[in-house]
Nanobody
């Protein structure tokens, strides 16, 4: 059974930082491309950042220079370090695992940026 479990969300003030974690089980983690997605109320889910099995990363323009995605294959975990958070970063953040035609999702963790 595949499970992706996110943690680390919460309430933070603008300009603050959070680190999200996603621990995977039931898959050969090291071969999967991992991604962090987010969905704000009334908006479509968007890919925020991704990291391939070889460690190549990609980010949407709005988070470049503020967010960093990393992975620890020994711990089957992918991280999203978020800094200089803005109110527009408020969303439910989801972890995704992708390999060819396979895709798995976590349950999401809420990130709220507000003063």
């Amino acid at each position: 059974q595949v499970q992706l479990v996110e943690s680390g969300g919460g309430l933070v003030q603008p300009g603050g930082s959070l680190r999200l974690s996603c621990e995977a089980s039931g898959i050969v983690f090291r071969v999967y491309t991992m991604g962090w997605y987010r969905q704000a109320p009334g908006k479509q889910r968007e890919l925020v950042a991704s990291i391939t099995s070889s460690g190549s990363t990609n980010y949407i323009d709005s988070v470049k220079g503020r967010f960093t995605i990393t992975r620890d294959n020994a711990k089957n975990t992918v991280y999203l370090q978020m800094s200089s958070l803005k109110t527009e970063d408020t969303a439910v953040y989801y972890c995704g695992a992708h390999l060819q035609f396979r895709a798995y999702w976590g349950q999401g963790t809420q990130v709220t940026v507000s003063s």
